[in-house]
C-alpha cells in the first residue's frame, strides 16, 4: 500500500501530538486506526543511584525555568521539517507559532490548551491536566505518579530521559533531550502510538525572558489576517 505524503497540516497536527499527546486536540489520518487494547500501568524502571540523581537534576532544572523563549525546528517521521517559536511561562502557559507559510498555533491559558488549524480555521481543546503539557506546566514538576521514567540514558554530553503517563503508557513515549554542559534542553521526541516519531530542537533557548500576558490567552485570528507572531 503506498503511503500518502505528509502534507503541512499534517506536520503541524503532529507537532501538536509532540506536545500535547494530541489524540485529544487533533484527529489521526484517516487511514490510521485508533483502536488498541486496554494498557497496563506503566511500572517505573529500575533506576540506578545515578540515574535517580539525573532525574533529580532534571526536575530541578525544569522547576527553575519560569520563562523560556526558543526558535524550533520540528522533524516529522517523514523527514520534513517545520519552524517556529517556543513560549513558555510557567505555571500554566505557553504558545507555539509556526513560521511561514504555516499559520497554526498552539496556546495554553492556564486551565485549557487549544489548538488553532490554520488552514481550517477550526480551533480545538482540551483541559491542560488531560494533556502531557501538563507535567511541564505544572507549578511543581516531578517526575514521578502519574507521569513515570522509563529510562535515563547518558552519553558524553548528553542526558535523555523518557517518559510515559502511568495510566495509560500506550499513548506514546516523550524523550527530554539535555545538553550536560551547561545543562539545558536542548530538545523532546515522541514516539507515538503508531509507532512514529516526531523530534522538536530547541535553538538558542532564553530563560527569564519578559513577555505580555496577553499572548497566553486564545484569540481567534480576523479573517484575512497574515496571523502570527513570526509571520
Known amino acids: 500500500m503506498l503511503r500518502r505524503p505528509v502534507s503541512r497540516r499534517t506536520m503541524s497536527r503532529r507537532l501538536a501530538a509532540a506536545l500535547l499527546s494530541a489524540a485529544l486536540l487533533a484527529p489521526l489520518p484517516a487511514a490510521v486506526s485508533t483502536a488498541r487494547a486496554a494498557t497496563p500501568v506503566a511500572a517505573p524502571a529500575a533506576l540506578s543511584a545515578q540515574d535517580r540523581a539525573t532525574v533529580a537534576q532534571v526536575e530541578e532544572y525544569l522547576n527553575g525555568i519560569s520563562t523560556l523563549q526558543s526558535k ?13 517559536t517556543f513560549y513558555l511561562f510557567r505555571p ?23 489548538y488553532w488549524d490554520g488552514e481550517m480555521r477550526q480551533q480545538s481543546s482540551a ?10 506546566l505544572r507549578k511543581t514538576i516531578r517526575l ?3 507521569v ?18 502511568t495510566k495509560d503508557p500506550g499513548k506514546g513515549t516523550l524523550t527530554l533531550v539535555f545538553e550536560d554542559h551547561p545543562f539545558q534542553l536542548r530538545k523532546w521526541r515522541v514516539l507515538d502510538a503508531q509507532g512514529l516519531t516526531t523530534e522538536v530542537a530547541l535553538l538558542n533557548p532564553r530563560t527569564d525572558v519578559t513577555f505580555d500576558h496577553d499572548m497566553f490567552y486564545f484569540k481567534e485570528p480576523p479573517r484575512g489576517s497574515d496571523f502570527g507572531r513570526n509571520n
Open 72 to 84: 524550533f525546528v520540528q522533524v516529522a517521521p517523514n523527514g520534513r521539517q517545520a519552524t517556529g
Open 92 to 114: 500554566g502557559r505557553m504558545r507555539l507559532e509556526y513560521d511561514k507559510p504555516l499559520k497554526d498555533f498552539i496556546v495554553a491559558d492556564g486551565t485549557f490548551v487549544f
Open 127 to 136: 483541559p491542560i491536566g488531560s494533556t502531557l503539557a501538563d507535567f511541564i
Open 144 to 146: 514521578a505518579g502519574d
Open 148 to 165: 513515570t521514567v522509563t529510562e535515563v540514558f547518558r552519553a558524553p554530553g548528553v542526558v535523555e530521559v523518557s517518559l510515559v503517563e
